[in-house]
């Protein structure tokens, strides 16, 4: 079964930067999409960013030109640059996978990881 494991959320001044990683690991065949998403309390998630296997990108309005989404397929692995960041970007950031393993084609979700934005 494959796992999605995130990393690089943490606290961080107005106007600073963060890298999200997230990696795919277990039996996997073919990685399609990829995507960020996250969610505030009381909200609905949102999607952030996401990225298709050929490079294709799509950002939410509010984040273009401050984040950037990357993928590297050798390491079945998705980026989110963030830059600028703003107090309303503080969320818990979640990724998205759709993928095919040994239990079929699925999507899959990580375990999300806070990011604070806050003077």
């Known amino acids: 079964q494959a796992q999605l494991v995130e990393s690089g959320g943490g606290f961080v001044q107005p106007g600073g930067s963060l890298r999200l990683s997230c990696a795919a690991s277990?039996?996997?065949?073919?990685?399609?999409?990829m995507g960020w998403y996250r969610q505030t309390p009381g909200k609905q998630r949102e999607l952030v960013a996401s990225i298709t296997r050929g490079g294709s990108t799509n950002y939410a309005d509010s984040m273009k030109g401050r984040f950037t989404i990357s993928r590297d397929n050798a390491k079945n692995t998705v980026y989110l640059q963030m830059n600028s960041l703003e107090p309303e970007d503080t969320a818990v950031y979640y990724c998205?996978?759709?993928?095919?393993?040994?239990?079929?084609?699925?999507?899959?979700w990580g375990q999300g990881t806070q990011v604070t934005v806050s003077s």
């Open positions: 277990g039996t996997i065949f073919n990685i399609y999409d």
């Open positions: 998205n996978v759709d993928l095919s393993g040994i239990n079929g084609y699925g999507r899959y």
